[in-house]
């Protein structure tokens, strides 16, 4: 059973499209993650939810949209996709206390925008 | 707030060597750190993680790292490189209060033969 899932894991599209990718996690975790990877393997964190509720949010532009139904998922929309939008994108996932207090990664979604 | 700083952002060994990555981190409590390990076109795998309980912590893979808080140091250190840990390595510290995961930059290693 995969812990945490995203889809797609590819995402080619044209710049101006609107797109979403989805996150999933079966582990009972109350907190979320959405984290972007440059081509410089540079982590950086984009939003956090804990319980449905945004705690985190960096300087992302306003065209990327959180949303989280309910604390397993944390699905992220993309408005007027730009050349510079292009990176993978991470999902996780963590609880808290003893072993749960790690990050869960998704396989990572891999966004190109031509 | 809570950050760490990676301070090569590449090392290279020869196999059969030591390895050493840098971290420094910056925190208003006590921290939770972690290494986690990134092979090339994979995802995130945890290396190691110290929580405060032993300031030596053992991770997987032969790695481990020690916490020393007068230096404010996460350094991580295998004694003998293999061809297989050729990876980017990340420091990261964690926000006790609201969970938040601050990432280095990443530390490249590349292991020769």
């Known amino acids: 059973d995969t812990a945490v899932s995203q889809t797609p894991k590819y995402l080619v599209t044209q710049m101006g499209n609107d797109k979403s990718i989805k996150c999933e996690q079966n582990l009972g975790h109350d907190t979320m993650y959405w984290y972007k990877q440059d081509s410089k393997k540079f982590l950086k964190i984009m939003f956090s939810?804990?319980?449905?509720?945004?705690?985190i949010n960096e300087t992302v532009p306003n065209r990327f949209s959180p949303k989280s139904p309910d604390k397993a998922h944390l699905n992220l929309h993309i408005n007027s996709l730009e050349l510079g939008d292009s990176a993978v994108y991470f999902c996780?996932?963590?609880?808290?206390?003893?072993?749960?207090?790690?990050?869960?990664f998704g396989s990572g979604t891999q966004l190109s925008v031509l | 707030a809570q950050s760490v700083t990676q301070l090569d952002s590449h090392v290279s060994v020869s196999e059969g060597t030591p390895v050493l990555l840098r971290c420094n981190y910056s925190s208003s409590y006590s921290p939770s750190l972690f290494w986690y390990v990134q092979h090339p076109n994979k995802g995130l795998q945890l290396l190691l993680k110290y929580t405060s309980a032993a300031t030596l912590v053992k991770g997987i893979n032969g790695f481990e790292a020690e916490f020393k808080k007068s230096e404010t140091s996460f350094h991580l250190t295998k004694p003998s490189a293999h061809m297989s840990d050729a990876a980017e390595y990340f420091c990261v510290v964690r926000n006790y209060n609201n969970n938040d995961m601050r990432f280095g930059a990443g530390t490249r290693l590349t292991v020769k033969p």
């Open positions: 996780a996932s963590s609880g808290r206390g003893g072993a749960f207090e790690k990050l869960f």
């Open positions: 939810y804990n319980n449905k509720e945004l705690i």
